[in-house]
């Protein structure tokens, strides 16, 4: 008897131990909508989803559609933000968007996993509580709704679909998008090609004949040289239009991530850019919406693949736009990304990947003065666990044991009207460049925990200190320190060098006093400043405050003690913060 008590009270403290919120670390966290995140989800799930959160969630999130993609599909923007610490406006707000190209659709799941996981530890996990009452968030699921619902619907390879669906002539016949690959060997994904050939570059690997290997080049010791039997031809195929080439103009054929006003070039120089900046519906509309948003403060955007944390410039010669002050933020950050994302790399965009004009991270940077990276989710580093990239053997013994050949198809030999015998096979649409379904919601998780850190480092003013000393008959002098406790400053070097925005404003009002004279301080113990010429009591900080950084300013007023003050410091980027001041000497 009295062990079965002892059971029963363990079992009851052990399930009231189990709702303690230090335990959801452990378990997941309790929520109002049941999303699986080992799955993906098509466009029209993607909105469903959206909905169905935000009429879960109304005192958090609400849902604007801001225009309509090419196609007629929502283009949606989610807002995040607890009204009753004040309106989104007020507060630093951070932009996070994904799956600007249609086929790097684990962005889109990064996003909306990041406003379930949110709304469920609002109230639960103090850390994003705080987060959340003191910011606000701005989710852009998907910038390519069309391309995404292309890449679901149609036979894909993992690298198509990555353009919008504004037809363009890409081959310049005067026909748009009358070439596009075609699955010939009817297993729904677009594979690859491989041509009989006796003089061919490849054979066939004879431990796996799945893996077609390069011949060797170098002669053998007779002097003869090793021939294979396969070369390569391209994508699945075949000529459409008759002009002698195959998949060489399919549906789109441009890139929304080089339509941005930011360095944007015109096709010969960037291709894919379109015809001007924001010729496109999805890019206009979602670019008028973020300029009407000044108090964005922070920019993410998700891609894929390569385990990336990227950020600008896209070309060579912006890399001198990029201020000191500025780098050193966007090192802090990212350094602390490659420690929370396996495998991962801080790297620039055009130093350590490729040449971009236009990009949107770019955009956000150097256009708008706003700390921004671009995360390219997923690295096959992540296949053997060791930080090596997988040979083809290794990764296809993965993907046999581990996902059991789900995402290949065997080669099956037909007969091509322009080159006769072909292979057509290999990997299918989900194949690379994607987490395998059971590592999405990790993946998720932990570029979602970085861009949360990112979104801590918005600033976070305070007056560090507010003293006031007599100078004579009703003269005062008021020293203020302000304070910023978080890593990106109230305006970024580019911001203020570009004069992007408006500058911050510290000011002290009232009616029974006046600032005759006012200044920013070279440091706190200075005595003498440079006074503005007009409007002493409100001043304008064009540089802002710096991030971790304190900036100290004097105020010289005119009257009576005990006379009250207010004095308030507001800007574009951070909650404006206030107090009273009273003249009267500070101990």
Known sequence: MKRSVF??????????????????????????????????????????????????????????????????????????????????????????????????????????????????????????TSLIDECAFYFGPSLNPDGRANWFRNQNNPHSSRTGMVPTDDDRDGTADEDGPDDLDSDGSIG??????????????????????????????????????????????????????????????????????????????????????????????????????????????????????????????????????????????????????????????????YTVHGGSIDWIAESLGIISFTNELWSDKRVL??????????ELRWRDRMLFGQTMSDWRELTHPEYGTILVGGGTKWSSRIPPNFMLEEEAHRNFAFTMFHAQQMPSLRFQSVRVKPMGTDLWEVTVEVNNQRRIPTRTARATAMKIGLPDVLSLTGVAAEVVAAG?????????????????QSLQLDGGIPGLGTESFRFMVHGKANAQLRLRLEGEKFKAIEQIVTLTPTP
């Open 385 to 394: 666990q060791s930080g090596a990239e997988p040979d083809p053997e290794q």
């Open 7 to 128: 059971r029963f009270a363990f079992v009851a403290f052990a399930v009231m131990a189990a709702a303690t919120p230090a335990s959801y670390a452990q378990q997941r966290l309790p929520g109002k909508v049941d999303i699986a995140w080992n799955r993906f989800y098509d466009y029209e799930e993607i909105v469903g989803m959206a909905r169905s959160l935000v009429g879960a969630y109304p005192n958090l999130l609400s849902l604007e559609e801001v225009g309509k993609s090419a196609q007629g599909r929502p283009m949606l923007v989610i807002t995040l933000n607890n009204p009753a610490t004040g309106a989104a406006a007020t507060k630093p707000a951070m932009w996070i968007d994904g799956n600007i190209h249609g086929n790097e659709i684990q962005a889109s799941e990064t996003v909306m996993y990041s406003i379930d996981y949110l709304c469920r530890g609002y109230g639960v996990v103090p850390a994003l």
């Open 520 to 536: 920013r301080l070279q440091n706190r113990h200075a005595t003498a400043f440079e006074p503005v010429r007009k409007n002493p």
């Open 192 to 353: 690859h090609m491989w041509r009989k050939d006796p003089n061919g570059t490849h054979r066939r690997n004879p431990r796996d004949p799945r893996i077609l290997e390069p011949v060797p080049t170098e002669p053998r010791p007779d002097g003869t040289i090793e021939r294979g039997e396969w070369s390569r031809a391209g994508s699945e195929g075949i000529d459409n239009d008759g002009d002698g080439m195959i998949n060489e103009d399919g549906p789109g054929g441009y890139d929304m991530n080089r339509n941005w006003p930011g360095d944007w070039q015109p096709e010969y120089v960037q291709g894919g850019a379109g015809d001007y900046p924001l010729c496109y519906p999805e890019t206009k509309c979602i670019a008028d919406w973020v300029l009407k948003h000044p108090n964005i403060a922070a920019g993410q955007s998700y891609h894929n693949a390569g385990g990336m944390i990227l950020r600008g410039p896209g070309a060579d010669y912006r890399e001198p736009i990029y201020d000191r002050s500025d780098i050193a933020v966007y090192d802090s950050i990212s350094q602390v990304g490659a420690e929370m994302l396996p495998f991962y790399r801080p790297m620039v965009v055009y130093k350590d990947l």
